[in-house]
């Protein structure tokens, strides 16, 4: 979820879900070292729970990097153990340390020694030509004995020669029932699934059989959905959501971000799937993408394109 899961992406489906456990995009461990810190790490209070994802691969400065992480006030740190890309790659961490287990339990085990918080893994179940079988047991057998609290597994292989990062994405078949044993065999430990998953009556499916389920697309394209996380997963009473007050927060938002420099863009790139289905989200849309992005755009715009949306209908206008 780089470039994607940034502050102004998780104010926003804070506003959607109070309880839900919010990822930070990744951030490599040298750049929360050596880098602008508070441009990289700083976050609203609202957000909260939400975790710090480190990519790396040096023990040490995992170790320092979630230190650092955990002054700045995140609930848990989760080292990355499943991204692709190019990237990643070229600095040997992400999936690539999916061939080295040992390596991902020393980077878990100095992080563990940094910091009181939760430390977690979020790994794929192979790579490359490995054996999803004997690939993922090592990996989940390492971090759990260097004392990670979750591994979250994304359910299908990455393939670091041949596909592209967001190939990678679609392309490699999902194997939900590998996930299914790991946690199988391991009762005791928690253990997530990630990868595919469109809906949250997909992901209430996945409980049956493991910990947690994660989304990622699903959530960052149709925001709305976590509207139903609360009632769905943690048994708080349903409510309709209330999206007057959500605009409200989120033109706020916009307004204090604006104020520090910031362009509305920043803020409404990640809510231009919010109304996904009703009447209206097709102008809704058309607004954000186009004078939300002009130079000097103030939140009015973010109104205008609500006042859009038809909710007196839903069976009309849908995009």
């Known amino acids: 979820m780089m470039d994607w899961t940034d502050r102004h992406c998780r104010f926003l489906h804070r506003q959607l879900t109070r309880r839900a456990l919010l990822y930070t995009e990744m951030v490599v461990a040298d750049a929360v070292i050596q880098g602008a810190r508070e441009r990289l790490l700083g976050f609203d209070d609202t957000e909260h729970p939400v975790a710090l994802q480190l990519g790396g691969s040096d023990p040490q400065k995992l170790a320092e990097a979630a230190r650092i992480g955990e002054v700045f006030g995140y609930d848990e740190i989760n080292l990355n153990v499943g991204c ?4 990643v790659q070229s600095g040997t961490f992400g999936a690539c340390l999916m061939k080295t287990p040992v390596l991902v339990a020393d980077c878990v085990a100095a992080m563990k020694a940094s910091v009181s918080i939760p430390v977690t893994v979020k790994c794929r179940i192979g790579v490359d ?12 057998d390492g971090v759990f004995a260097a004392g990670a609290d979750a591994l979250w597994v994304h359910a299908r292989k990455a393939w670091l020669e041949g596909l592209s990062p967001r190939e990678n994405r679609d392309i490699p078949p999902l194997d939900y029932n590998r ?17 595919g998953i469109q809906s949250l009556e997909e992901a209430l499916d996945h409980i049956d059989h493991v910990d947690g389920a994660m989304l990622g697309r699903a959530a960052y394209h149709t ?8 009632a769905a997963f943690y048994g ?5 959501p209330d999206f007057a007050a959500l605009i409200d927060a989120m033109a706020d938002y916009a307004a204090r971000h604006i104020e520090r420099g910031g362009r509305l ?3 409404t790139r990640h809510m231009v799937g919010l109304f996904h289905g009703l009447p209206g ?15 000097g755009a103030g939140p009015d715009v973010l109104k205008a ?7 007196s209908r839903t069976d009309a206008e849908a995009a």
Request: hydrophobic fraction near 40%; charged fraction near 30%; proline fraction near 10%.
């Open 223 to 230: 925001p709305g959905i976590l509207a139903g996380v609360d």
């Open 236 to 240: 708080d009473k349903p409510d309709a």
């Open 84 to 87: 692709p890309s190019d990237r």
């Open 281 to 295: 989200a097709r102008r809704y849309r058309q607004i954000l993408s186009t004078d939300a992005t002009r130079p």
């Open 305 to 311: 394109a609500f006042a859009a949306i038809d909710f």
């Open 265 to 267: 863009g920043h803020v």
């Open 129 to 140: 030509e490995q054996d999803p079988e004997p690939a993922l047991d090592a990996l989940a």
């Open 179 to 195: 996930v299914y044993r790991l946690k199988a065999k391991n009762p005791n430990k928690f253990i997530g699934i990630n990868g």
